[in-house]
């Protein structure tokens, strides 16, 4: 937890900040795949994204504005346990994804699957971060939008 207000602040910015730059790389990485560019720039943009995802997750994790959120407004422990608890099916998936892009021969069936697979993951990955979202708006009383 904070030691003051500001602090509070400042971390809850930062922390909305990340959650734009995800969704930035996001629709980066589904433009690079739905623009049918090169496998390798795909897989460039997928790292991209694993990357600042896991850096997200590693700071959330280690304590902030969910714990923040969580002492603002104790009723909202459960929420929190259930957001924290998917960063490691996350982070699986897009770590699996980027391994079997990386290794993918020229078959087209197998890349059109792996990318409905990741639709589905950014479909996910969307969901999570607008489920922080709305726990941070309830706990700090602000909007994200």
Known sequence: MFDNETNAQAFLHHLLMQHQQINAAADRAERAWFGELPASFVLDQVRRLQDIIQRHFREEDAGGCIDEAVARAPYLRGRAGEIESEHPRLLDKIQS??????????????????????????????????????LLEEAFGIETD
């Open 97 to 134: 994804i980027a391994e079997r892009l990386g290794r993918l021969t020229a078959s087209t069936t197998q890349y059109d699957g792996l990318r409905r697979e990741f639709e589905e993951f950014v479909e996910k990955l969307r969901r999570h971060e607008a489920a922080e979202n709305q």
